[in-house]
């Protein structure tokens, strides 16, 4: 059974950093683009990133360059997104999802609804 679990998520002051972790099973992780996004309450759901199978292509959405950081470590099927300078406004629930069939680019991070598997999710807090 194909399974992405994120874990990492919690409450951190503003400026502070947090890594968030995809694990994936039931499946080997690099046969798979993944992409990280986010919903806050109230708002549309936000592609953050994306990675491609070998990790050598990566996309972020404007309001995380430069703060964020997506790698995979295919040997440990798992992906980690590092979240550095953290705002308020990065207060949300993070899902991973993966592809087979995807390429990551601006497109594939923006489209969520293109993406085959998901997680539950993790929730990240940051408080002013």
């Known amino acids: 059974q194909v399974q992405l679990v994120e874990s990492g998520g919690g409450l951190v002051q503003a400026g502070g950093s947090l890594r968030l972790s995809c694990a994936a099973s039931?499946?080997?992780?690099?046969?798979?683009?993944i992409g990280w996004f986010r919903q806050a309450p109230g708002k549309e759901r936000e592609g953050v990133s994306c990675?491609?199978?070998?990790?050598?292509?990566?996309n972020y959405a404007d309001s995380v360059k430069g703060r964020f950081t997506i790698s995979r470590d295919n040997a440990k099927n798992t992906v980690y997104l590092q979240m550095n300078s953290l705002k308020p406004e990065d207060t949300a629930v993070y899902y991973c999802?993966?592809?087979?069939?995807?390429?990551?680019?601006?497109?594939?991070?923006?489209?969520?609804?293109?993406?085959?598997?998901w997680g539950q999710g993790t929730q990240v807090t940051v408080s002013s």
């Open positions: 999802a993966a592809d087979l069939q995807l390429v990551c680019d601006s497109g594939a991070r923006r489209l969520g609804e293109l993406w085959q598997y």
């Open positions: 039931g499946f080997p992780l690099d046969y798979y683009e």
């Open positions: 990675i491609s199978r070998s990790g050598s292509n990566t």
